[in-house]
């Protein structure tokens, strides 16, 4: 939603593979945009400073933080969400192992985590457990469930190889 005399301006972007037209308000964070205009809910605001990684999102094939980053800098740009990451086969298996390994905890920043480690896994399929801590060091699990989440990235990666 808009206030009333706040400034806005267009933009045009693809979201999760559909182009998008909207006019936002220039101060509305891109995960703010997601969640409220577009209900795209799968992303989570957590801290608002960019420190927990509950935001994170895909920008032109990059994780961002979705609470640093504005709407308006979506202008022109491809944005994924966890939502439409589910038909990845990479995201696919670190759901799986996240849910099998008791990962999931109570599940406000997996969406962030998965993204992350799906991250990981295209630039480096075989990560040690010191790479995937690593990695997602910029995630909080405030249910501190992070050495379920390093055996479900491991677990991922290692079945992503054939193992």
Known sequence: MRKSGEPALDI????NGRPVEARVPVRRSLVDWL?????LTGSHVGCEHGVCGACHVVVDDKVVRGCLMLAVQADGRSVRTIEQADASPVV???????YERAALQCGYCTPGMILQAAELLAASPAPD???IREALSGNYCRCTGYHAIVDAVETAARRLRGG
């Open 12 to 15: 045009a972007c693809e979201v």
């Open 35 to 39: 969640r409220h205009d577009l209900g």
């Open 92 to 98: 696919r298996a670190l759901q799986d192992a996240f």
């Open 129 to 131: 457990r010191a790479e």
